[in-house]
């Protein structure tokens, strides 16, 4: 099982940034796939989904409309765009393969997991 999250970095409020998750075709070919962040000192929190063909998304309150998840399903690359970041959105985020097709919204909905990669919103 493999899972590269990658595009973290620093950004200015009001920014864009766009995290990509490169999964192998064997573990997310019929799988939701699932972003989630973990600020310091607070718990993972699921941040967006999508379902294995794309066709259906899924997003935490806070970010809709300012954060867009996309799927190449050929390249199996899952992207999330992040436009007009705000400082509360400096965490680490995961990528994670959801045990079913369609996305759930816990931690326990996924079975594999990427490293993390660092996104930093200043002020």
């Known amino acids: 099982v493999q899972l590269q999250a990658s595009g973290g970095g620093l950004v200015k409020a009001g920014g864009s940034l766009r995290l990509s998750c490169g999964a192998s075709?064997?573990?997310?070919?019929?799988?939701?796939i699932g972003w989630f962040r973990q600020a310091p000192g607070k718990e993972r929190e699921f941040v967006a989904a999508?379902?294995?063909?794309?066709?259906?998304?899924y997003y935490t309150d806070s970010v809709k409309g300012r954060f867009t998840i996309s799927r190449n399903y050929g390249a199996h690359v899952v992207n999330l765009q992040m436009n007009n970041v705000k400082p509360e959105d400096t965490a680490v985020y995961f990528c994670?393969?959801?045990?079913?097709?369609?996305?759930?919204?816990?931690?326990?909905?996924?079975?594999?997991w990427g490293q993390g990669t660092l996104v930093t919103v200043s002020s």
């Open positions: 994670a393969v959801g045990r079913r097709a369609i996305p759930g919204l816990e931690a326990s909905d996924y079975a594999y």
């Open positions: 999508v379902s294995w063909n794309g066709g259906t998304t």
């Open positions: 075709r064997r573990t997310s070919s019929n799988n939701a």
